[in-house]
């Protein structure tokens, strides 16, 4: 059975690059002993769909008003295809960037578009959307971002991603009816998470930590004795989880008729 596609048509000329989003970020690495990449559910997210990145750096300046006069740009270099990366669309202090393409998707298969997971930029904040790309062929979508701060320069760097996407089935969240249960309707399952609970409470308990005015120094030993049992996908009754994964394999795009 053949994988299902993404494909991306772009426009005659345009400078586009995407690809697998990394499980790496600056932040996560400056964490003591890189402590942050020991959150496995983290790492998922992180890899979790493909970015886009940016084709040339520029600085945003709002002043905090309404129109789209009120943000400006300074660009810096030049762009490699000719055109602009960003425009003031909407005003109040959106930056929208060109997505030079058109994709295309299954049946039934939306794109969820948004910044890239766990990164962050002081003053601005990336929009999500979700895009009806299977159907919706006239025109592509653009990628947002809301500055938050007034009067405060906002930076993006050559090739830095500006975008993050992946493909969820349409209506699948709308397919599911949540409830609210009581532990005493599953006594096993009751049990199992008291437990658990309680492990991490001695774990924590058992941590050599001290601190040093302002500064909280973890224990030599904390790298030896982090719990990693969901890491392993290892159950109470030390069996592994169905399915489980530590590491996402995302594919590239593959370059065809372009």
């Known amino acids: 059975m053949s994988s299902p596609y993404i494909d991306c048509f772009l426009r005659p000329g345009a400078w586009f690059h995407a690809r697998p989003s990394s499980l790496k970020r600056d932040w996560m690495d400056a964490t003591t002993n890189k402590h942050a990449y020991r959150c496995l559910p983290l790492l998922h997210a992180n890899q979790h769909g493909w970015e886009i990145l940016l084709k040339q750096g520029f600085t945003a300046y709002w002043n905090g008003g309404p129109t789209q006069q009120d943000l400006n740009f300074e660009l810096e270099g030049t762009s490699p295809d000719g055109s602009s990366p960003i425009v003031s669309a909407f005003g109040s202090g959106i930056i929208t960037f060109h997505i030079p393409c058109l994709f295309s998707t299954p049946k039934d298969v939306n794109l969820w578009v948004c910044g890239r997971p766990n990164s962050f930029k002081d003053g601005a904040q990336p929009l999500n959307a979700v895009v009806e790309t299977d159907w919706y062929q006239e025109g592509g979508f653009t990628m947002n971002w809301k500055i938050t701060r007034p009067n405060h320069p906002i930076h993006f760097a050559l090739h830095e991603p500006i975008c993050f996407f992946f493909p969820v089935p349409r209506g699948y969240v709308e397919s599911f009816q949540p409830r609210l249960r009581s532990f005493e309707t599953d006594l096993e399952r009751k049990e199992a998470y008291l437990n658990a609970e309680q492990r991490r409470i001695e774990f924590q308990e058992n941590l050599s930590i001290t601190q040093v005015k302002e500064t909280i120094i973890p224990g030599m030993q904390q790298k030896k004795q982090w719990q990693r ?6 159950q109470p009754d030390g069996s592994t989880a169905h399915g489980h ?10 370059i065809e008729d372009v």
């Open 229 to 234: 049992h969901y890491f392993e996908g290892k």
């Open 245 to 254: 994964q530590t590491k996402l394999n995302i594919k590239p795009f593959h």
